[in-house]
């Protein structure tokens, strides 16, 4: 009984892909990679703030 309850994978959570890979968001680092290789993009540093 228990091992049934275990071996369900009807109860077994689904995962979704993150988003953070998928291939638009790794379009656009790209992009923002090559703006800042280029010198396109303007970098600045700044304090680090709390939250």
Same mark, same amino acid.
Not at 18 to 30: G, M, T, V
């Given at each position: 009984?228990?091992? #049934?309850? &275990?071996? $369900? *994978?009807?109860? *077994? %959570?689904?995962?979704?892909p993150? %988003?953070? &890979?998928?291939?638009?968001?790794? #379009?656009? *680092?790209? =992009? /923002?990679l090559? $703006?800042?290789?280029? =010198?396109? @993009? /303007? !970098?600045?540093?700044?304090? !680090?703030?709390? @939250?």
């Amino acid at each position: 009984m228990i091992i #049934r309850k &275990y071996t $369900d *994978l009807s109860e *077994l %959570p689904t995962t979704e892909p993150d %988003p953070f &890979y998928s291939e638009s968001n790794i #379009r656009i *680092l790209k =992009g /923002r990679l090559e $703006d800042i290789k280029s =010198g396109k @993009a /303007r !970098l600045e540093e700044h304090e !680090l703030v709390e @939250a």
